[in-house]
């Protein structure tokens, strides 16, 4: 199934609102697991509620605090739910405002699940979290710097194969981290974002 | 009766005298004698604990004599120490200060951990009291400052997950003296009496293995210590020892597990003890001890405590 960004609806989740909100208002910090299982089902209740295909954005500008237990089951566990054939919605995952301090325990739990998530880094950009092959992330990033583009365009830029380049984007696209659009462009996630924002 | 003396120190290193303690007949009564006891950090005070309430299974409740100098009286009194003893221990000695009557310089009293609240507490309190130590008096970054509250997060975590019961956790800054040049370190103490680590992953084990009758401690420290197995059939789970230990291997530091009658370590260039240690005392459930080292600056440079010089042990 092939979406064009028209069809994809942009939702944010300020995660430290869901904590509260999940548990009642009791933790500023993202530690547990039963935290951590508050948060996904709030998340996908939200998800639920849209019932379109929607970009999710996880907005980690107020978390002081992750530890692995929590971003297991808030980020992993939520992503693998929602990667599969059998998904309950066609979902895809963007993380922002993320500290140093959330990137160990995030590229820690996606490594565990081979699972890769795009993230807006403090004073890094947009990056390539979690597992990819060197050639995915070359085209993530060539991706990432024109926002949309042909496979052409891209191994043009990369100087590579065309058919490779192809291969490598359908495979950012099975993990969830572009997009493959009706007209055989591919967009980069982030880009919806600054549409949404606009 | 039988009487344990007490070590003059009572830390890590000198656990294992504490565990002797119950050797022999678990009906006859047990004194621990601490007339003698110098100095105590949160993993000889909980050590204390935990060796106690073992003792009182079985027999009538201990006897703790108490230390007779007053500042380590008093310390342990800042540690909250005594609010727990009090629950284990028939204890003689001079009266002890409440923690409460003046300002503490401690960074996290004993404290129970029975529930996940209890580890949110804990992080919270740390996060609020400790950030200023970690960061001015140990040179830790900030950000790095935060994964400690993150390491405690998930020894605490252990408990819950994994002992099937409750137990107790401490941490505090001092300066060694005489390890580490004088550095400053913090020590974290985590255990309960709970399944243990063997216990925990002998149905794993067998499951593997079909050799589930002949798992030992040690074997069962080393699969989840080294090898992250877990009992939970999840791949998210078993990585916090391990994120732990990548942690404390980050800042130099020294991580060991204590559980049964084995003890398994990450050791770094400044301790001398043994990476694996078998046949020891048994004490249910587990011990875990953290040990992170002040980062020092030389020449303008802020290194990790194993590339500075001078060391002395």
Redesign the interface.
């Known amino acids: 199934m092939r979406y064009g960004p028209a069809s994809v609806v942009p939702f944010q989740i300020d995660l430290s609102s869901i904590a509260r909100r999940s548990v009642a208002s ?4 993202l ?5 951590g299982r508050a948060l996904r089902l709030g998340i996908e209740s939200q998800i639920g509620e849209l019932g379109a295909a929607c970009i999710s954005v996880l907005d980690f500008t107020q978390v ?6 929590c971003a ?2 808030a980020v ?2 939520l992503m693998d739910r929602y990667r599969g054939a059998d998904r309950p919605a066609d979902v895809y995952f963007l993380a922002r405002g993320l ?3 959330h990137r ?2 995030i590229e ?2 996606l490594a ?2 081979d699972m890769a998530l795009s993230a807006e880094v403090a004073a890094a950009g947009f990056v390539l979290l979690g597992t990819a092959s060197p050639g995915e992330r070359d085209v993530w990033v060539a991706l990432e710097s024109t926002r949309t583009a042909a496979p052409d365009e891209i191994a043009r830029l990369l100087n590579g194969d065309e058919r490779e380049t192809t291969t490598l984007l359908d495979g950012l696209c099975e993990r969830r981290v572009a997009l493959r659009r009706s007209d055989s462009r591919y967009q980069a996630l982030s880009s919806l974002l600054a549409v949404a924002e606009a | 009766m039988k009487v344990t003396t007490l070590p003059a120190s009572l830390d890590e290193r000198t656990f294992d005298a504490v565990a002797r303690g119950l050797d022999g007949e678990p009906a006859e009564r047990r004194l621990f004698d601490g007339s003698h006891v110098r100095w105590a950090d949160p993993y000889g005070m909980i050590g204390l604990l935990a060796v106690g309430s073992v003792a009182g299974r079985e027999s009538e409740q201990p006897i703790l004599r108490l230390p007779e100098q007053p500042d380590v009286l008093s310390y342990m009194a800042r540690m909250g120490f005594f609010e727990h003893a009090e629950a284990i221990f028939e204890i003689h000695g001079a009266t002890r200060r409440s923690r409460h009557d003046g300002p503490s310089d401690v960074l996290l009293e004993i404290t129970a951990i029975n529930s ?2 209890d ?2 507490s804990v ?2 309190l740390v ?1 609020e009291r400790g950030m200023s130590i970690l960061t001015k008096q140990l040179n830790y970054p900030v ?1 790095e400052a ?2 400690f ?2 390491v405690l ?2 020894v605490c ?1 252990n408990i819950i ?1 994994h002992a099937e019961t409750g137990g107790w956790v401490a941490t505090q800054r001092y300066t060694w003296t005489k390890r580490l040049a004088g550095r400053k370190v913090v020590v974290i103490a985590v255990m309960d009496l709970g399944v243990g680590f063997r216990q925990s992953l002998s149905s794993t084990h067998a499951a593997r293995h079909g050799d589930g009758g002949r798992f030992s401690d040690a074997a069962a420290l080393e699969a989840a210590f080294l090898h992250g197995q877990t009992r939970f059939h999840d ?3 078993g ?2 020892l391990q ?1 732990i230990r990548k ?1 404390v291997g980050r800042w130099n530091g020294r991580v060991s597990i204590r559980s049964g009658s084995a003890r398994i370590a990450d050791v770094p260039d400044w301790d001398d003890s043994l990476p694996l240690e078998e046949q020891l005392p048994f004490v249910p459930g587990s011990q875990i001890g953290i040990i992170l080292p002040a980062r020092v600056d030389e020449g303008g440079l802020t290194v990790p405590a194993h590339a500075a010089k001078g060391e002395v042990q």
């Open positions: 009791l933790y500023s910090h530690v547990t697991r039963p935290t002081v605090v992750l530890d692995y237990s297991d089951e992993a566990k500290g140093e301090q160990d325990p820690a739990v565990r699940y | 996940h609240a580890v949110h992080v919270d996060n950000r935060f994964q509250s993150v997060s998930e975590q997950e791949p998210g789970r990585q916090g994120q942690q």
